[in-house]
């Protein structure tokens, strides 16, 4: 099945350093969303976006909904030892029941 | 903690086997989605339920099937289990028919021998 491009996919930081990451599709899609996976965990949404431009921030993280509604980007600011885990986009196109994931992006904090 | 709950939380089996996973939504949830999640093919998503019938459908193999209860519990069922078939599956709830914000389990994770 379809999946986005996520990148990078794993990236390993110093605590306190700012953090990007984006995803990318070829196709335009009408909501985008990021979640977080720590290990034997289910993935928790971290922040939802339904419209082009939107930014949307929750504590230290923020998210954008790309202009073109073909990528979205999540920043996480002065990281900490507990942001570690896997990061997912998922998005959806209009019209669709279905979410699409990218495969991830592991964040290492060293402390 | 989600408010979605799944059983088992880990299963071994061998092969031609066959398993039911069980997911709780959150209360008040009307949807329910299967996701299959495996190292090299990330999360993939199965099949959707609404207030009990089937709504959408992706990636989900012939061998595997699903329904939701009146009272909006879901079960997955796997058969004719293949070694392919391990992986984690994710139960995720959300109120509306839309997908827009899902509300993920904690997993279940088979293990095919």
């Known amino acids: 099945g379809q999946q986005l491009n996520q990148s990078p996919q794993s990236m390993f930081i110093q605590e306190g350093e700012d953090v990007s990451m984006n995803c990318t599709s070829s196709?335009?899609?009408?909501?985008w969303l990021w979640y977080k996976q720590d290990p034997g965990e289910g993935p928790v949404l971290l922040i939802a976006?339904?419209?082009?431009?939107e930014l949307t921030s929750n504590g230290r993280l923020t998210a954008q909904f790309g202009i073109t509604r073909k990528d979205s980007f999540l920043n996480i600011s002065a990281s900490i030892p507990s942001d570690v885990g896997i990061y997912f986009c998922?998005?959806?196109?209009?019209?669709?029941?279905?979410?699409?994931f990218g495969k991830g992006t592991k964040l290492t904090v060293n402390p | 903690d989600s408010g979605v709950t799944q059983t088992p939380k880990h299963l071994i089996t061998a092969t031609g086997q066959r398993v039911t996973l069980r997911c709780s939504p959150r209360?008040?949830?009307?949807?329910v989605y299967w996701y299959q999640q495996s190292l090299d093919q990330g999360l993939q998503f199965l099949i959707q339920?609404?207030?009990?019938?089937?709504?959408a459908k992706g990636n989900i193999l012939e061998r595997f099937s699903a329904q939701q209860f009146p009272d909006l519990h879901s079960e997955l069922n796997l058969s004719s289990l293949e070694l392919g078939d391990s992986a984690l599956y994710f139960c995720?709830?959300?109120?509306?028919?839309?997908?827009?914000?899902?509300?993920f389990g904690p997993g279940t994770r088979l293990t095919v021998l």
């Open positions: 196709s335009i899609f009408n909501t």
């Open positions: 976006l339904y419209k082009a431009g």
């Open positions: 995720a709830s959300s109120t509306t028919g839309g997908p827009n914000e899902q509300f």
């Open positions: 209360s008040g949830d009307l949807s």
């Open positions: 339920y609404y207030n009990g019938e089937e709504r």
């Open positions: 998922a998005g959806r196109k209009g019209g669709s029941e279905k979410l699409v």
